[in-house]
């Protein structure tokens, strides 16, 4: 079982739709997750982290948490075309000091 | 702003070269990391260091090495290049417990071993 597991996708969503993105993970002693977005032959950039079980909102972007269930998501309202990217999920495990762990990517394409 | 560059793009060479690849930050991060990332494996991480002259294996150390003799610089070597250490590169840094161990990635340089 991979450490941290994203569905790979593409994911393909029309415009102004949700979309609505998955990540679990394996080690219960995980403390932090990060979504990052990366478009094609760029490099990730943070959309958002979050580290208490629930909801946190950034605009259109919603991360959610649950611990029990070892799972978080990332939900994007109101998609637009320059949504389309690969979104990463990267969560920080309490073994593994300052290092990210990150799944492997979940492609993201939104149609007009 | 968080800035972390990488010495190159874009690079190709030959099998056998000896390959530098140079990072560096200007936000006194403790911590960097080099990462390879390659189509359908994810980000996969090679060497970091936490701090000047420290530095542990990451997950794919083979064929690797690294050098961090200043704090804002993070260099990955490979001693002799092979094909299949053709990649995109990226370079990331932090700083221990800001935002959770937030990692800003630098643009990456994609390397072709031919």
């Known amino acids: 079982q991979k450490e941290v597991e994203q569905n790979s996708g593409p994911l393909s969503v029309p415009e102004g739709a949700i979309a609505s993105l998955n990540c679990t993970y394996s080690?219960?002693?995980?403390?932090?997750f990060f979504w990052y977005r990366q478009y094609s032959g760029k490099s990730p950039e943070l959309i958002m982290f979050?580290?208490?079980?629930g909801d946190k909102e950034d605009g259109r972007f919603t991360a959610q948490l649950n611990k029990a269930s070892q799972y978080v998501s990332l939900l994007i309202r109101d998609s637009q075309p320059s949504d389309s990217a690969t979104y990463l999920c990267a969560v920080n495990r309490l073994a593994a000091g300052n290092k990210l762990t990150f799944g492997g990517g979940t492609r993201v394409l939104v149609k007009p | 702003d968080v800035k972390v560059t990488q010495s190159s793009r874009y690079l190709v060479k030959r099998t056998g070269e000896k390959v530098f690849l140079e990072c560096v930050q200007d936000?006194?991060?403790?911590?960097m990391f080099w990462y390879r990332q390659d189509p359908g494996l994810g980000l996969r991480l090679i060497y970091f260091?936490?701090?000047?002259?420290?530095?542990e294996k990451g997950d794919i150390p083979e064929g690797y090495s690294v050098s961090r003799e200043k704090k804002e610089r993070f260099s990955l070597i490979l001693e002799s290049a092979s094909t299949n250490q053709t990649s995109m590169y990226l370079c990331?840094?932090?700083?221990?417990?800001?935002?959770?161990?937030?990692?800003?990635f630098g643009p990456g340089t994609r390397l072709t071993v031919l």
């Open positions: 979050i580290y208490s079980n």
């Open positions: 080690d219960r002693g995980s403390q932090s």
């Open positions: 936000m006194d991060h403790e911590n």
């Open positions: 260091s936490y701090d000047v002259k420290m530095k």
């Open positions: 990331a840094s932090t700083r221990p417990g800001f935002r959770h161990n937030e990692q800003f």
